[in-house]
């Protein structure tokens, strides 16, 4: 036996284990857009949430020009239709032109995102370098696991008359949140909950064609 060959050996057997402890989470990814339905549901359901709480005390038909500078980020274009929305539905009149109107909206926004916390009480994976082979990702390990997505949004409004700038009435901070929390217990059993797709909109399987 060559002195080489006990090095061999070793080389094929982390590779083969590495091998082992991967092959049953292989998986193929397609190009994905830069933000998934999830990651949109979360802010845009929490915008919703927090856009219905601005209520103003104005006449039925009052004229209104909306200022909405004070919203920016990538869910803007979002947030500012839903005020929109919300302030008609209260039985305003948007002009287009400032003085057109008898009351100014000047709406902002404060938080228009997504924050993530995770707790592990295991092992992450990491990636371990095979000679001649690159890097393996090893599986994470997840006795326990707790990882929650939050989208949070933050708005308010004050009105104030078109003529002298006279304070009318203000929302102050209204707040909206939507969260998916998953769990996962002795490696594997998972399971999770959220508030983003109403019960009986939730897809199903057999809504989804498979390929054959």
């Known amino acids: 036996m060559t002195k080489g ?26 190009t994905q857009p830069e933000h ?15 856009v219905r709480q601005l209520r103003l005390p104005l006449p039925d038909g009052e004229k209104v020009y909306l200022r909405t500078d004070g919203i920016e980020g990538e869910y803007a274009a979002y947030a500012k239709a839903a005020i929109r929305e919300e302030v008609v539905k209260q039985g305003a009149h948007l002009t287009a032109e400032r003085a057109d109107a008898g009351t100014i909206i000047d709406v902002r926004s404060g938080a228009l995102s997504i924050d993530e916390h995770e707790t592990l009480v295991g092992m992450q994976s990491f ?28 708005v308010a409004a004050t009105a104030y ?22 769990w996962t217990m002795l490696i594997f059993f998972s399971w999770q909950e959220d508030d983003l797709i109403p019960d009986h909109l939730e897809p199903s399987k057999d809504s989804i064609e498979l390929p054959e």
Do not use: W
């Open 5 to 30: 060959f006990p090095r061999r050996l070793a080389t094929v057997v982390i590779l083969m284990g590495a091998l082992m402890g991967t092959a049953g989470c292989s998986s193929s990814r397609k």
């Open 36 to 50: 998934s339905a999830t990651e949109q549901l979360l802010v845009t359901n929490a915008v919703d949430k927090a």
């Open 127 to 154: 990636e371990v370098p095979i000679p001649l082979a690159g890097n393996i990702e090893t599986p994470e390990i997840a006795l326990y696991k707790r990882a929650e997505r939050r989208g949070v949004a933050k």
């Open 161 to 182: 008359s078109a003529d002298e700038g006279a304070h009318i009435a203000s929302t102050g901070q209204k707040y909206g949140f939507a969260q998916k929390r998953a």
